[in-house]
């Protein structure tokens, strides 16, 4: 005779087989059945239900039997929902006896349940995952026996679970880092694969990317005489942003090669963009030619900024806002024109991204535009490679612990002195 706390060797076989194939990669419904149709034989009932807890809405959904929608019940809704709740067994001997049963029923095509054992799944540390029914036809048709072997069947389903839910966190993270190295090889090769040479002009531009991938690239070319320069930052990291900056990119390069000036490329490629992003995104970009015959640029700075000016008379740093609003946000009217700044001897045109004013301290503290224009007018004699290098190194300094939390992007145009 089989004590309360045993199982009888055909169950005890079965559930082996099934602890064997919990380790194989087999889908997760599949599994569940099988679970189920272990435990009708094992508790000797003649249905069993299992709900899953949906982890976005909060609700037991019933996954076996099949359903198409399936049920749902919220937690503390019926007897799936109570026994959510508390965690606790529960035998229900009399079904039509019980108020929250008939209140809620749970029955099965087939025939009418007269007997209910509620059995919740636990994951690590208590953490609900669902809840496993079994369905009887006779009154009082589960004993001791049975509120035994249910956990048991339980801890079971709890595992095929968590591995389910493991395999698809794998996933999901091995599919973010191939996007985010097709977005980050997209970034790279947007950039110059040397800097241009202009007459009279040191110039030099960095790009040291995080270990995710953002948005942010630059352009330094060298079109009909005048030198085109890019700083953009689009919003969000992956494949996205780094798509929709190269977008720009190449959407100016080819409006400057059909022959439209700054304003006419500015709008278009705006307004264009409007259109194509979704209403979520946009590009911070600084579009500007230097006139190295004239020693003049003049930009537009779409929501990027702030653009430093050193100015070597003065030994002090100018500070100009954005021209606009973020490139892609809304419609141009063409009403809008490039600012214009001159470069006197000695001057340096500093293009920074945030990922340098904004390089965060663990305190909470950012580097900022003060820390920048100390270092640029400290070393500003520097060729600008060099330069570039010593404001990154300062920003690190500064971070100390804390990590690189942004793409760092740089462009540094300085005229040399007479």
Known sequence: MISPNEISRESLVRILEIMHRLAAPEAMPELLREIIEVGKVAIVAEAGVLWLLDRKSQQLVMVVPAANPPARLQLGEGWPGHCASTHQCTNIHDCREDDCFQQQPVQVDGFETRSLLNVPILGQEDSLLGVMQWLGTQVGQFDEHDEWIGPALAAQAAIAIQHSYMTDELLANAILEQEVAVAREIQM????????????????????????????????????????????????????????????????????????????????????????????????????????????????????????????????????????????????????????????????????????????????????????????????????AELSQRLIDAAFEFGGAAPQADDITLVLVRRLPE
């Not at 085109?228 to 990291?237: E, P, R, S």
């Open 189 to 384: 090769s947007t950039l110059p694969k040397a800097m241009p040479r202009v007459r009279g002009y040191d110039l030099h531009g960095h790009f040291l990317p995080t270990d995710h991938t953002g948005g942010d690239l630059y352009d330094l070319v060298v079109l009909d005489g005048k030198l085109f320069m890019l700083l953009g930052d689009a919003t969000g990291h992956g494949f996205g942003p780094a798509l929709s900056a190269t977008q720009m990119q190449a959407m100016l390069r080819v409006a400057f090669r059909l022959g439209a000036d700054l304003d006419q490329a500015y709008m278009q490629v705006n307004n264009q963009l409007n259109e194509d992003l979704p209403d979520d995104r946009f590009i911070t970009a600084f579009i500007g030619f230097l006139d190295p015959a004239l020693h003049a640029v003049e930009f537009h700075s779409g929501g990027q900024g702030p653009i430093l000016h050193y100015k070597a008379a003065s030994g002090k740093c100018d500070w100009h806002k954005p021209t606009s609003f973020p490139v892609g946000i809304m419609e141009l009217d063409g009403t809008d024109r490039a600012r214009r700044l001159e470069l006197a001897p000695g001057d340096i045109l500093a293009l920074i991204s945030d990922g340098v004013y904004e390089y965060t301290r663990l305190d909470g503290s950012q580097f900022g535009e003060e820390r920048v224009a100390r270092v640029i007018m400290d070393d500003h004699s520097l060729p600008m």
